[in-house]
């Protein structure tokens, strides 16, 4: 049971080109979720989904893309990059349990930077 | 809305030394609240959590307390280690909201 998977683990672009963030769970939690965590900062959460072929914004989706087609696999994608997208991204998952808590479980995140 | 205050870093503590990192929250509902830890270069991982007022989650030591009253949940430690070391991250959910509600975090430093 490796939990939540990312890759790649760095990576560096330059403006304007694109890359896909891979992230993938085998717990089958319905629930997936983006953060990025910039220095200093608390996570703020870009887009998240809540089963497959359901997608909805978080608190800073412009610039990204998302989607879910299966329950194991939720891919995010910067079409355009920019500087102010340089960050480190988390990929997270959890199972709805009826009353919550709603705990998540982490991955080990990937540090990009644009320049 | 929902939100949740830490109380600034960083902090830097010896080693035994009892450590405090406080938090507070507002909410609509009656949310669950959650501390989270992030060793350097690591993911989160859950460290304890409570779901309801005057729950007590405890691990590794560390012990936190939902208190409804004064919508707090502070963190709390005895004695702290070297391997304590990390930025803590204070969070709540809500009931029937899929999202959890992050602090800033406090990054913690223990010197030996």
């Known amino acids: 049971n490796a939990g939540v998977t990312q890759t790649p683990k760095f990576r560096i672009l330059k403006i304007g080109q694109s890359m896909t963030l891979q992230c993938t769970q085998d717990?089958?939690?319905?629930?997936m979720y983006w953060y990025r965590q910039d220095p200093g900062m608390g996570l703020k959460l870009i887009y998240y989904?809540?089963?497959?072929?359901?997608?909805d914004k978080g608190e800073v989706p412009n610039g990204y893309n998302v989607s879910r087609s299966t329950t194991e696999d939720f891919p995010l994608r910067l079409e355009l990059a920019a500087p102010s997208q340089t960050s480190v991204y988390f990929c997270?998952?959890?199972?709805?349990?009826?009353?919550?808590?709603?705990?998540?479980?982490f991955g080990p995140g990937t540090r990009l930077t644009v320049t | 809305g929902n939100s949740v205050t830490q109380m600034e870093g960083p902090v830097t503590l010896s080693e035994e030394a009892f450590l405090t990192i406080n938090c507070t929250y507002t909410?609509?509902?009656?949310?669950?609240l959650f501390w989270y830890v992030q060793y350097p270069g690591e993911g989160l991982q859950l460290l304890l959590k409570?779901?309801?007022?005057?729950d007590k989650g405890s691990n590794k030591g560390f012990e936190a307390t939902y208190r409804k009253e004064t919508t707090s949940f502070h963190l709390e430690k005895g004695s702290v280690q070297v391997s304590d070391s990390a930025v803590y991250f204070c969070?709540?959910?809500?009931?029937?909201?899929?999202?959890?509600?992050f602090g800033q975090g406090t990054r913690l430093t223990i010197n030996p």
């Open positions: 409570a779901t309801k007022a005057d």
């Open positions: 997270a998952s959890s199972y709805p349990e009826l009353r919550g808590p709603y705990e998540q479980y």
């Open positions: 909410a609509t509902g009656y949310p669950s």
């Open positions: 989904s809540v089963g497959a072929g359901i997608t």
């Open positions: 969070a709540l959910s809500v009931e029937g909201a899929q999202k959890l509600v």
């Open positions: 717990m089958n939690h319905n629930y």
